[in-house]
């Protein structure tokens, strides 16, 4: 079974910053993570879900929405099956429930989901 968990969601300050886990499990995953590009979205509430940043399942290639360009950044471990979020500066604006994903190399669409990680922003 293939499984994404997301970790470190919670309350903080403006200004504060938070680092978001996902870990992969199953035989799948903990096998060929890195035929899977990873991606962190969010929805906030009444929102539409959104793509906030990705990363290729080698970790070379990156890519940030300008929304958060300079605040996010993504970046993955292979050996511990495990994508982060790093996010500084955060503003109350980026209250959301935050998911990862994972896509193979050979689709077109992120087709596996973590249950998401709430993060709460006040001001």
């Known amino acids: 079974q293939v499984q994404l968990a997301e970790s470190g969601g919670g309350l903080v300050q403006a200004g504060d910053s938070l680092r978001l886990s996902c870990a992969a499990s199953g035989r799948t995953f903990i096998n060929y993570f890195i035929n899977y590009a990873m991606a962190w979205f969010r929805q906030a509430p009444g929102k539409e879900r959104e793509l906030l940043a990705a990363v290729d399942g080698s970790a070379r290639n990156t890519h940030v929405v300008d929304s958060v360009k300079g605040r996010f950044t993504i970046s993955r471990n292979n050996a511990m099956n495990t994508v982060y979020l790093q996010m500084n500066s955060l503003k109350p604006e980026d209250t959301a429930v935050y998911y990862c994903?994972?896509?193979?190399?050979?689709?077109?669409?992120?087709?596996?989901w973590g249950q998401g990680t709430q993060v709460t922003v006040s001001s």
């Open positions: 994903a994972a896509r193979h190399r050979s689709a077109n669409e992120y087709s596996t």
